[in-house]
């Protein structure tokens, strides 16, 4: 039963990656078709995120109510038609009232799943979890870009996805009995947890361990995003082979949490979290170094390795650092700040770079990195004088 559930939760966190690259695969076509700038794509992606933040805060006191397999079933279906709604219209405000549901679903659905895999299965499979959602992210261009190719039918691609959201909407309805089995006497204690948010806050390291999650993110998306940048400008690669290049971070990251998976459990969460930041100082530190190209990219790929095990790792021991009373409502507040570090920082750093020009691509990095070593030194020595 455990085994089958798990491979249910596997299937639903590649269909949580499938959307989330949809628009940018998109939007090149998209944006002709609704008549707006191209810069409009901005503000889809701000208020997707904004209904991301706002569901994270409150997967807590709705899982509390309906549980975890119920929440997870209605989010996805919140989902799958958000995105049924993308594939008939083609009017940019509609777009932007379509994009509440779809992030409303999406946040749901993440802080639910990280919260019940942290809290009843091992540490592993937070690693191979988030592997899962790079395999969705990286296979929804493809389906986007089969359907602009045959016919420029961007709608086509979302229906794509949509029915298959759909399709996992049903499986998941099915599940639900197995949800039910595998509650613990633990999850029955947090779902009654009378804790709010205000009590978390209280707790010592939690708020160190929501601004970890901020700085992560904020790293991570930052560097994607403006790779191919940096180095078409800074190291003069052709932009299409720059392109191409900045594939190499998430390549990175979704093969260090496959790796992650094997050694989490030997070597424990704190110690993964400080060889993945050693992993991206090291990556840092090559594109830094004026050395030739080649040695750009392999920092990319280092730093895409030293991501992958920091995020699934703080879940998985947020239940071990403040309890599993608490994980409850923090994971939920851990994720809210992962997305707003995603949807503040990468745009920061673009007005930064015109001022201060595109070379400090990985200085900038470095900050984020910098924050992060603190926090996660904190977060772990503050849990220690609680214990003692």
């Known amino acids: 039963m455990i085994s089958l559930l798990l491979a249910v939760i596997y299937i639903t966190f590649i269909s949580l990656g499938l959307p989330d690259s949809l628009l940018g695969a998109a939007w090149p076509t998209m944006q002709y078709s609704v008549g707006v700038p191209i810069h409009y794509a901005g503000y889809l992606s701000m208020i997707i995120a904004g209904g991301t933040v706002i569901s994270s805060l409150l997967t807590g006191k709705l899982l509390k109510r309906l549980g975890t397999g119920p929440l997870v079933v209605t989010s996805v279906l919140l989902t799958a038609l958000a995105l049924l709604g993308f594939s008939f219209s083609d009017h940019f405000l509609i777009l932007c009232l379509l994009a509440i549901p779809y992030g409303l679903g999406a946040g749901a659905i993440d802080a639910a799943l990280n919260h019940y895999v942290a809290v009843h299965f091992a540490a592993r499979h937070m690693s191979w979890l988030h592997c899962f959602w790079g395999v969705g992210a990286a296979v929804s261009p493809y389906i986007m870009g089969y359907f602009i190719t045959q016919n ?51 707790k010592r390291g939690a708020l160190q361990a929501m601004l970890t999650f901020f700085c992560y993110c904020a790293l991570e998306s930052t560097a994607g995003l403006w790779a191919s940048t940096y180095l078409y400008r800074e190291r003069l690669m052709l932009p299409e082979f720059a392109a191409k290049c900045a594939a190499l971070f998430y390549i990175g990251i979704t093969a260090g949490r496959f790796l992650s998976g094997f050694l989490t459990e030997r070597l424990g969460d704190r110690l993964m979290i400080r060889i993945g930041l050693c992993g991206i100082a090291a990556g840092i530190l090559l594109i830094l170094i004026p050395l030739p190209p080649r040695c750009a990219l392999a920092g990319l790929i280092i730093i895409g390795l030293g991501c992958a095990p920091i995020y699934p790792c703080q879940i998985h021991a947020t239940p071990e650092l403040f309890g599993k009373d608490a994980a409850q409502l923090l994971i939920g507040m851990q994720m809210a700040s992962a ?11 673009g007005s930064f770079s015109e001022h201060a020009g595109i070379g400090s691509y990985p200085l900038f990095l470095l900050f984020f990195l910098i924050l992060m070593v603190l926090l996660t030194e904190q977060v772990h020595g503050k849990n220690k004088k609680t214990k003692a």
Request: one cysteine or more; proline letters at 5%; hydrophobic letters at 40%.
């Open 152 to 202: 420029e039918n961007w709608q086509g691609g979302y229906r794509a996805v949509a029915f298959l959201q759909i399709g996992l909407t049903v499986i998941l309805f099915c599940s639900l009995p197995l949800w039910k089995k595998a509650s613990t006497n633990s999850e029955e204690e947090t779902q009654k947890s009378s804790l709010t948010m205000r009590d978390v806050l209280r």
């Open 339 to 349: 997305y707003i570090g995603t949807t503040l920082i990468p745009p920061l750093f």
